[in-house]
């Protein structure tokens, strides 16, 4: 029997992970990355397994120092504190093992570093591993030759998380995404034929972070709706065990803009209870999006950008978006044309970025094929590693903190936020409405619940929150949805929450304004508001 300990390493401050409210929403970090459960499962029995999350928990490198493997799992963001834990374990000569996204888009990173490299998915090269170095005769590099058949992945090991100091839960239905995206890495990895866990799989999950004390749970696919046909059977039965259960989980995923081009699937995802999802819109700019193969989100006869997410929208699907500047069409106007479009949009969360060239993706091996390319020098400097046509690296940094600047200053927030919540009158998920009517009891021990929820992320706003100005503001806008919308107790819960969340991308913000401002530099400080994924499956030791 061996010690075998796996780590997910800390994460630098960035969008996703919401650090700067995480405090006043009573946790310690947003979210669990999904492998971390899922590589404990795939541990044989006869071995004792932990699993540390860094973003929750200090490492204990005593604790490390005894076991008899440690085992990182991590994104090039994470790429530095990597290095760090694998530097301390190396001098106190612990056997180590690294894979997740950064050994696969960057392996050469970590050559000579750690004992076991794994490059891929890992589902079945990580339990081959495993007996290998029982047996003494382990190779150092692991490649899966196969995808993995995911209906064959056991229940993730939910029991050995933190649970109590994540705000949500992460699990993942399925994988890959049919589309060809220029600058994304999804297809590389994860390939263009998604594939999907049976109903089963995917309610005995549901059912883990119940039992665990999740009431909110990101499913992290990269795109849910990629195989529509296979996952509406899914669908349905999720929305037969909320229904059994009275709703007690609340769901938000990724998926693309083409959601709003099918009705059933609509009205589906939001009886399952997704009340929120992201969507990779990355521009108005439409030749931008063809230039760079976001094809699905070019439709004349589907509607423009805006009516799409408005139809997404008033299914009661709340929208979060991802925006991206410095692609070859954008010109200077971009940082102008942004802004606006979320505002027209009614989108208060768009994860913003510079354009960035993930290895092995076909964005990266043109611009590299062309010259233009940074340094890493360079990249640090200017928060990327793209060689913008259409203005200079200078002016693509510039702009890129005016975007931020413009877009999370507390007016333009809260006029999206009170465009989409109190003009329109936003309701969540309205498939629901009928089940609720038959239910009162239940729906007034919800609604109580959810006074309670909203006076407590109030309370802690206005205590906490140390900037007199923002704090002012923060109060005017909980006074502005409490008396406009007084009797929907969920809507205000959810509008507190998003009131935390500019505290965060404020302070955010500022941040990325003084770096820039003092001349200062930031590795990846560009990176840490783009498409940076919190919650990958088993991308080997995956994150």
């Not at 834990?85 to 888009?105: F, H, I, K, Q, S």
Request: aromatic letters at 8%.
């Amino acid at each position: 029997m061996a010690d075998i300990v796996i780590v997910n390493p800390r994460f630098d401050v960035s969008f996703w992970g919401m650090e700067h409210c995480m405090g006043l929403l009573g946790k310690k970090a947003n979210l669990p990355v999904a492998c971390l459960a899922l590589l404990g499962a795939l541990v044989p029995d006869h071995h004792d397994v932990t699993l540390i999350d860094e973003n929750v928990e200090d490492v204990d490198f005593d604790r490390l120092g005894r076991a008899d493997l440690v085992c990182l799992t991590g994104m090039s963001i994470q790429g530095r504190r990597i290095g760090e834990l694998l530097d301390e374990l190396r001098a106190r000569d612990v056997m180590t093992a690294v894979g997740g996204p950064m050994a696969t888009v960057e392996p050469e990173q970590l050559e000579g570093l750690c004992d076991v490299i794994f490059v891929g998915e890992a589902d079945t090269t990580w339990p081959q591993f495993l007996a290998e170095w029982e047996e003494g005769c382990h190779k150092d590099r692991y490649e899966q030759a196969e995808k993995t058949d995911i209906t064959q992945l056991p229940l993730p090991r939910v029991d050995l998380l933190r649970s109590e100091r994540y705000m949500f839960g992460s699990m993942q239905i399925s994988r890959g995404c049919p589309f060809t995206c220029e600058f994304c890495d999804i297809i590389v990895t994860f390939g263009r034929k998604p594939r999907l866990k049976t109903s089963d799989q995917v309610i005995a999950e549901l059912n883990a972070f119940w039992e665990a004390g999740l009431k909110i749970v990101f499913v992290v696919d990269d795109n849910l709706i990629g195989n529509k046909k296979a996952i509406k059977p899914i669908l349905r039965d999720i929305v037969a065990w909320q229904q059994k259960h009275a709703y007690p989980l609340t769901l938000f995923t990724e998926a693309s803009l083409d959601l709003a081009e099918d009705e059933e699937l609509m009205e589906l995802m939001g009886l399952a209870n997704f009340q929120s999802v992201f969507i990779g819109i990355e521009t108005p700019n439409e030749e931008s999006l063809k230039e760079t193969k976001k094809l699905q989100n070019v439709r004349p006869k589907a509607g423009t950008l805006l009516d799409r997410v408005h139809t997404i929208q008033d299914h009661g699907i709340d929208v979060w978006c991802g925006m991206i500047v410095g692609f070859d069409h954008d010109e200077p106007d971009i940082f102008e044309v942004m802004p606006k479009f979320l505002s027209d949009a009614r989108i208060a969360s768009a994860l913003i970025g510079m354009l960035h060239a993930i290895p092995t993706t076909p964005l990266y091996k043109r611009l590299k094929e062309a010259g233009r390319l940074n340094d890493d020098d360079a990249s640090d400097c200017y928060g990327t590693n793209v060689i913008p046509l259409g203005m200079s690296r200078e002016d693509l940094r510039d702009g890129f903190v005016d975007v931020m600047q413009e877009s999370y200053g507390a007016g333009a927030y809260f006029e999206r936020l009170d465009s989409l919540f109190v003009e329109k009158r936003f309701q969540f998920v309205i498939h629901q409405l009928p089940y609720w009517w038959k239910r009162p009891f239940a729906y007034t021990k919800r609604a109580t619940l959810n006074y309670i929820r909203f006076a407590v992320v109030a309370a802690r706003l206005l205590r906490h929150v140390e900037d007199e100005e923002l704090r002012a503001r923060y109060k005017t806008q909980l006074m502005r949805i409490a008396k406009t919308r007084p009797l929907e107790p969920h809507i205000l819960f959810v509008y507190a929450l998003k009131v935390a969340l500019h505290h965060h991308y404020a302070a955010l913000t500022a941040q990325l304004s003084d770096v820039y401002e003092e001349g200062n530099v930031m590795p990846n400080a560009g990176r840490s508001f783009s498409r940076v994924r919190r919650a990958e499956p088993v991308q080997v030791l995956a994150s």
